[in-house]
């Protein structure tokens, strides 16, 4: 059974750091592709970030690059997503996700597996 458990969201000031982490079970993870998805009130699911199976490839979405990385630790089955400079506009609830079908995709078709989400709140 595949399991994505999300931690570090909450309630910051624009300008503020977050990291959110995502522990994955069940799945062969160093060769799992892993990504970062989020949700706004009232809008669709939309792409963040995107790490290949071995970290040496990333992808993010434009008004995140610059300001927030994506990594992962396949020894701690783990992916992170540092989220710097943070701005209002990045609240959402934040999933991991992951899938065992690619070695690497932004699209939110690839991915099997999802977290129950993590609330990340920006105030001005």
């Known amino acids: 059974q595949v399991q994505l458990v999300e931690s570090g969201g909450g309630l910051v000031q624009a300008g503020d750091s977050l990291r959110l982490s995502c522990v994955a079970s069940?799945?062969?993870?160093?060769?799992?592709?892993m990504g970062w998805f989020r949700q706004a009130p009232g809008k669709e699911r939309e792409f963040v970030a995107a790490i290949n199976w071995g970290g040496s490839t990333t992808d993010y979405v434009g008004p995140v690059e610059g300001r927030f990385t994506i990594s992962r630790d396949n020894t701690k089955n783990t992916v992170y997503l540092q989220m710097n400079r943070l701005e209002p506009e990045d609240t959402a609830v934040y999933y991991c996700?992951?899938?065992?079908?690619?070695?690497?995709?932004?699209?939110?078709?690839?991915?099997?597996?999802w977290g129950q989400g993590t609330q990340v709140t920006v105030s001005s």
């Open positions: 069940g799945v062969t993870f160093s060769r799992t592709a």
């Open positions: 996700s992951a899938s065992e079908r690619v070695y690497y995709s932004t699209s939110p078709n690839a991915y099997d597996f």
